[in-house]
């Protein structure tokens, strides 16, 4: 489990769900109005479009992608470009075959069905979810012992979009019932600034160029955190500064919240000292780096390392992680000579 330093993190793509209650003033609410992902955006509409046109429900939608990309926000979309409503739940909260049957069977035509984590779907559940999607029925089973019978229930058309963050942990079977997939990345500096322009412009405060290129720069890719940070600047700008979200004030509200010019927080560079100050750049097992920075292993593994390793500062082998030389770049140290060439 992740420690308290991890959770509080501003730079988590994750969100609680007070969070998730703030983030639901800057959704767009169209697609026209969705920043990035043109590719998804352009097939989403198509699909959506020709569905329209037919006035029928749509193919089932996956989409795939880290956290803090759109995925929830994609499906809020998709039933306001098709007019209907909204049915929201998750993997976790189907733990049995009759809880996603009593969802499935009070859907109404043409409504679309949220599934979040859908790979945590339990085993039952997902076979269920198998019949409904492909032939839109449940069968509800009536008594107990040999003498239960199943009752095939007729569903009205609806649409299902899951929305995962390990696509590769769903079933064949259930990967194939799905019509379209999607896999959402990360943003670039460019769009993150559109998107800090257009909440800013939502919450009401004086947003600087300047000031949204240094957030964006910051933010690894995600939305999710331009938009978190983007509040904890507006904080700063409120009760230090002028309320004028500058240049300025966004480096010193950052400073305060420890996310430094790359988008590192301080596990990040807690796991980069000691990568390189105490143990020579690696390699060094995942349990002993988490002893020295004093964290879970899982909290190392699940919440460090994947932005370390995607901003090439990590690398992992067979023996160990390792500390590329932009690490040493980072933190202003000289690189070994064998620096970064223990792949095998």
């Not at 904080?235 to 996310?259: C, F, I, N, T």
């Not at 909290?299 to 160990?320: I, K, Q, W, Y």
């Amino acid at each position: 489990m992740a420690s308290s330093d991890a959770e509080a993190s501003v730079v988590r793509p994750d969100a609680s769900d007070l969070e998730r209650a703030a983030e639901a003033a800057l959704r767009p609410r169209r697609l026209d109005e969705f920043v990035g992902q043109h590719v998804v955006r352009d097939q989403l509409s198509l699909i959506l479009d020709a569905a329209a046109g037919r006035g029928k429900a749509p193919d089932h939608v996956l989409l795939s992608g880290p956290p803090g990309l759109g995925k929830t926000t994609l499906a809020m979309i998709i039933a306001a470009e098709l007019g209907t409503s909204l049915r929201v739940t998750s993997g976790p909260a189907i733990q049995h075959a009759g809880d996603l049957a009593a969802v499935l069977s009070s859907l109404e035509e043409n409504e679309v069905l949220f599934l979040d984590e859908i790979h945590r779907l339990a085993r039952p559940a997902e076979e269920l979810l198998y019949v409904a999607m492909e032939d839109f029925r449940v069968d509800v089973v009536v008594g107990k012992g040999a003498g239960a019978s199943a009752i095939p229930l007729s569903l009205p058309p609806f649409t299902v979009v899951g929305a995962t963050t390990r696509a590769g942990l769903l079933p064949a079977p259930l990967r194939d019932r799905f019509g379209f997939t999607a896999h959402l990345d990360f943003y670039s500096a460019e769009e993150l600034e559109r998107v800090l322009s257009r909440s800013a412009g939502l919450l009401g405060v004086p947003l600087d160029a300047e000031a949204a290129g240094e957030i964006a720069s910051r933010s690894r890719g995600t939305p999710r955190i331009a938009n978190r940070l983007l509040r904890r600047v507006r904080d700063w700008a409120q009760v230090r500064g002028d309320g004028r979200l500058s240049l300025e004030a966004a480096r010193a509200a950052l400073e305060v919240y420890e996310v430094d010019p790359l988008g590192l927080d301080r596990l990040d560079r807690a796991v980069l000292t000691a990568l390189c100050m105490r143990f020579g750049g690696g390699p060094v097992g995942l349990t002993t780096l988490a002893v020295a920075v004093g964290e879970e292993p899982e909290t190392v593994e699940t919440v460090a390392e994947p932005f370390l390793v995607r901003e090439g500062l990590v690398g992992r082998t067979p023996r160990g992680r390792i500390a590329m030389p932009a690490a040493w770049e980072h933190l202003g140290l000289t690189a070994p000579a064998a620096s970064g060439t223990l792949f095998t």
